[in-house]
């Protein structure tokens, strides 16, 4: 995007005018935490939440940015105005802040720096029609990320590290487990499994993230379903006896997957409960 606008500490600018310190600590100890908010046609999907994640993920690092809500509702509908595109993602980053010198203990008298900045998404898809029947193929890796990953961290070494890999094993994502080979998460996504017409996902903690679009599928389930619904630990012996495999995520929406580790996710045809959970998505996302 050559005309994109963004926010940096108070100011909104064309982004090559944006500029950081390198003495920054999310650049120098990925001391920081972010955000990703999807909006379609300027709305966002999930605002509330989002924000309320953002000040409990600020609160967890210690850094006190004294923003209400509606600030951020006022900011990031200027930001999304002042971008073109109508599948944006809205990406929000608070680090610690520039310190005069590097140092593990936390400086005083510091301002944390805030960017913010939007960047193209796809739309949610409609299945309805069942014309667009690509998916996801897997690859299952221990996990082997930090033990706090409920906190949205920019401190994403350990993601990044499962991503790459999965591309270069030439699949998508990766599904991770722990080392009671319970499933966690993906790289940047939650997890669900179907089988036998009960939906299944991870029960939170700090192994994952607890991802907002996890929760609006989980809510819409509840709501407009009458498929039992667990937050139950999945095995991955589980996982590959799955009829149906989906990861969450604010930029993915619901996308199913349909290989893991080479072989076919039950039939590897796109599943019944996947084509009413998107449909249902696509209908009531703006109420989150
Ligand atoms: N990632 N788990 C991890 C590790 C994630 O990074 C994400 C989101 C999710 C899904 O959370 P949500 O539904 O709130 O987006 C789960 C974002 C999109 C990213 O890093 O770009």
Redesign the pocket.
């Known amino acids: 995007m050559t005309d994109a606008t963004v926010y940096l500490n108070g100011k909104f600018m064309p982004q090559n005018e944006a500029m950081i310190s390198p003495l920054d600590r999310g650049f120098l100890f990925g001391d920081g935490i972010?955000e990703?908010i999807?909006a379609y046609d300027r709305k966002m999907v999930?605002f509330g939440p989002?924000i309320a994640?953002l000040q409990s993920s600020l609160t967890a690092i210690g850094i006190n940015l004294g923003w209400p809500d509606e600030k951020w509702r006022t900011i990031l509908s200027e930001l999304l105005a002042q971008n073109s595109g109508d599948s944006l993602?809205v990406?929000i980053q608070v680090s610690r802040g520039v310190s005069p010198k590097r140092q593990h203990g936390f400086p005083d008298n510091v301002e944390p720096t805030l960017f913010m900045m939007c960047y193209a998404i796809k739309a949610p898809v409609n299945y309805d029609d069942n014309n667009n029947n690509k998916g996801l193929a897997l690859v299952s890796q221990q996990d082997l990320r930090w033990r706090q990953?409920h906190i949205?961290s920019t401190s994403?070494l350990g993601?990044v590290l499962h991503y790459q890999s999965s591309q270069d094993h030439k699949v998508d994502e990766c599904l991770l487990y722990n080392e009671g080979n319970q499933i966690t998460?993906?790289?940047?996504?939650?997890v669900f499994v179907v089988k036998d017409n009960q939906v299944f996902t991870p029960p939170l903690d700090s192994q994952?993230?607890?991802?907002?679009?996890?929760?609006?599928v989980l809510d819409l389930l509840k709501k407009h379903t009458d498929y039992q619904v667990m937050e139950q630990n999945i095995s991955l012996e589980h996982a590959r006896l799955a009829d149906e495999i989906w990861l969450?995520?604010?930029?993915?929406n619901i996308a199913r997957a349909i290989t893991l580790d080479g072989e076919n996710i039950a039939d590897g045809k796109i599943g019944k409960v996947y084509i009413q959970i998107n449909s249902l998505f696509n209908k009531f996302k703006y109420d989150y």
């Open positions: 972010y990703v999807p999930g989002h994640r993602a990406y990953c949205k994403l993601n998460e993906a790289s940047s996504c939650n994952l993230l607890p991802g907002i679009t996890r929760a609006i969450t995520s604010s930029t993915k």
